[in-house]
Structures are given as C-alpha cells and as structure tokens.
T-cell receptor
Framework: GAGVSQSPSNKVTEKGKDVELRCDPISGHTALYWYRQRLGQGLEFLIYFQGNSAPDKSGLPSDRFSAERTGESVSTLTIQRTQQEDSAVYLC???????????????FGQGTRLTVV | DQQVKQNSPSLSVQEGRISILNCDYTNSMFDYFLWYKKYPAEGPTFLIS?????DKNEDGRFTVFLNKSAKHLSLHIVPSQPGDSAVYFC????????????FGKGTSLLVTP
C-alpha cells in the first residue's frame, strides 16, 4: 500500500489476555518505530527497528512488551498479560532510513486503539 | 522524563491571525526538529522540520524558528485558517537512539472564523 497500515484499528481485550498489534510499513522503509499515546499524553517511544534488528528497545515499559520484525517489513508488537494501564493508541511509523538521510521524516499509520477492560 | 515539552496544551486563534506554538527541549544531543500535525482518529503527519545548524525554515504559511542557546523552537502559522485546527506535536531527533523521534505532549490549536 501507499502508506503505513496498522491492524486492528480497534481492540478491546480483557485484563490478563495477550494481544498482538500489526504494522505494515511503507515498502522500502528500513526504519520502523512503535509509539503509544495514552489519554492526555504525548507520543511515547517504545522501540525502533533498523531492518529486522532492534538497536533500541529502551522505551518498552516492561517485559510484558515485545516486538519483532521479519523480512524487513511487517512488525508485530505483543503485549502479554495486558493491564488496564496498557490502554492507549499504539502508533507505528516508518522512514527510509534510521539515520539522517534527507531528514528523519517518519510516516505514521492510523494507530491501533487498545482498550483493556 | 519528558525531554521535549510543549507547555501550552491548547491555543485559540482567530482566522487570519498568527498562531505561535512553542516547544522546549532539554537534550542538547538533539540535532533535528520536526513538527507534526494530527487530526482526530488519524496518525500524525509531517508538517515542517529544521536542522540544528539553522535558525529558521519557512514553507508557505508555516515557519519554524530554532533558538539553540535557549533550547527552544516555535512554529508560526500565518495567516491561520480554520483547517489548521488540529493537535500539533513538536518532535526532536536523537542521533544516539537511531534518530528516533522524541515527542512533546502536543498543543491543540483551534482557529475560529
């Protein structure tokens, strides 16, 4: 597709269940980022992929959060044993390179709104 | 800790007037700054950027100013239009973190007719 695609767009889950969020970046973009935005907060960095490896996982809030990327394309963010504080919009972004090649403009998907009840 | 700060959660401006959105940062390693615009239920979209070696970048009605000594940047929109009503996020690129973007909390701009 032409843009970054995320699925599902909405997810309601029960506390304690695991969820998987998917991101399809723009074709050819080697850098992929996950952010989340909790209600009333800014965009919080979670993890960054360069190709299939994740040089920076510093933003993952706990070991319940993990992410992988395959084929230098699709990425999955997994949250195990979800808690109510995990409720947020999870945004994925991709860019041509992780370095400053013509700027670091990142293109965002529409996000997945996760609600943990 | 919040390294990029937007201290005004909201701003209301009359159509035709200037909108000024402010942003402060704490990390002197940031080398590139961007503004993103976000409409409800959509992902943020890139608006304008500035490198740390410059102090001004202009694109049509949008101008970004950077004051490195004060660790402050601002976005000016002139003239403001109702369609500019959105949440504006300031972001800074950290070369020590794969150039991942650090975002502020956003400023909600309302342009009234």
């Amino acid at each position: 597709g032409a843009g970054v695609s995320q699925s599902p767009s909405n997810k309601v889950t029960e506390k304690g269940k695991d969820v998987e969020l998917r991101c399809d970046p723009i074709s050819g973009h080697t850098a992929l980022y996950w952010y989340r935005q909790r209600l009333g907060q800014g965009l919080e960095f979670l993890i960054y992929f360069q190709g299939n490896s994740a040089p920076d996982k510093s933003g993952l809030p706990s070991d319940r959060f993990s992410a992988e990327r395959t084929g230098e394309s699709v990425s999955t963010l997994t949250i195990q044993r979800t808690q109510q504080e995990d409720s947020a919009v999870y945004l994925c972004a991709s860019s041509l390179a992780g370095g400053r090649v013509g700027g670091t403009e990142a293109f965002f998907g529409q996000g997945t709104r996760l609600t943990v009840v | 800790d919040q390294q990029v700060k937007q201290n005004s959660p909201s701003l209301s401006v009359q159509e035709g007037r200037i909108s000024i959105l402010n942003c402060d940062y704490t990390n002197s390693m940031f080398d590139y700054f961007l503004w993103y615009k976000k409409y409800p239920a959509e992902g943020p979209t890139f608006l304008i950027s500035i490198s740390s070696i410059k102090d001004k970048n202009e694109d049509g009605r949008f101008t970004v100013f950077l004051n490195k000594s004060a660790k402050h940047l601002s976005l000016h929109i002139v003239p403001s239009q109702p369609g500019d009503s959105a949440v504006y996020f300031c972001a800074a690129s950290n070369p020590n973190s794969g150039y991942a973007l650090n975002f502020g909390k956003g400023t909600s701009l309302l342009v009234t007719p």
